[in-house]
């Protein structure tokens, strides 16, 4: 490896699922947070002949960062994103056999990349998922789920209780700002944005970028900031929200979407789901629980 770059690999956890709904700018992903009821009578043992915790694995991805600190190369990362809690009742089950694999793997850092309580509000189930991380470098961003954006709402009720129940469970939580990380000698930064950037004002989005200097690693709930983000700024950005979904159920996002909307002609397009955006390079996880459907077809668990 050549001495100008460092190598920041990444161990990341997902478990692929389609979801629904669409984001302000347009873009379909993630789940809607919904107060509607919903079924429950599919079993992921009916669906796929095993259990959801069964399907969960571990994926490696290494991605080069320019000008990384040398106490920082190789470090590793676990990823979690789209716990989708209250959703289904394997979802909880599902979100703990993740974080118990990513600890397993033995990583330097946690990331959790938005949408834990997708429906109702049992906060306390998202705390018993986090446990395992207790006391462990933990860093997390809010989804869509996790926050209502409402401008009528006088309290984001959601997002109070989101950020209250990852705080107790000892998770420092990003909401456009960077926390610092020290690793074998050598400081940088991991800096985390809200899940709503992608809709505000353009003179917003260049204050929140202004206000987080350049950083190793960027986090985001939506994968359109790596569309926003100044060039050369965050050259590692992770993201969730899409679910990498490839059912043909109308409303579901699929990953051609962003292949053809989103990051038209960008290298390595497609299951990969790497992407080098204005000289950074974003991964899109796909995931820990089931969405609105327990099901997929033509995107295998990974």
């Known amino acids: 490896m050549r001495s100008t ?6 161990s990341l956890l997902f478990f692929l699922i389609p979801a629904c709904g669409r984001d302000a700018g347009g873009a379909r992903g993630g789940a809607a947070r ?29 991605i080069e960062v ?42 330097d850092i946690y990331v ?41 709402a006088a309290v984001d009720s959601t997002e109070i209780l989101t950020v209250q129940a990852l705080a107790r469970a000892g998770v420092t939580v990003l909401r456009n700002a960077r926390a610092r990380y020290i690793r074998q000698g050598d400081t940088a930064f991991i800096a985390g944005v809200e899940p709503y950037l992608a809709r505000r004002p353009d003179w917003r989005k260049a204050e929140v970028f202004a206000g987080l200097p350049a950083s190793p690693v960027l986090l985001t709930h939506m994968p359109v900031v790596a569309a926003l983000a100044p060039t050369d700024k965050y ?47 974003l991964f899109v996880t796909c995931g820990v629980g089931f969405s609105f459907i327990p099901v997929r077809l033509g995107a295998a668990p990974e």
């Open 5 to 10: 770059l460092g190598a920041l690999a990444l």
């Open 235 to 281: 050259p590692a950005i992770l993201s969730g929200h899409t679910f990498c979904g490839q059912v043909e159920v109308p409303g579901t996002p699929r990953l051609t979407w962003l292949n053809t909307e989103v990051f038209p002609g960008t290298p390595e397009p497609g299951t990969r789901r790497i992407y080098r955006i204005r000289g950074n390079t």
């Open 112 to 152: 959790l990349l938005g949408d834990y309580v997708a429906r109702g509000r049992d906060y306390a189930a998202l705390e018993r998922v986090l446990a395992p991380l207790r006391g462990k470098p933990v860093f997390a961003v809010l989804g869509h789920a996790d926050d209502e954006d409402d401008p009528r």
């Open 34 to 62: 919904a107060d509607a009821a919903v079924p429950d009578s599919l079993s992921p043992r009916s669906v796929y002949g095993a259990t959801a915790v069964e399907n969960v694995r571990v994926v490696p991805v290494e």
């Open 66 to 107: 320019r000008d990384l600190p040398p106490g920082w190369s190789g470090m590793r990362i676990a990823a979690l994103s789209d716990f989708q809690l209250g959703l289904w009742s394997d979802n909880e089950q599902v979100a703990r056999a993740a974080v118990e694999k990513a600890v397993a793997a033995r990583p």
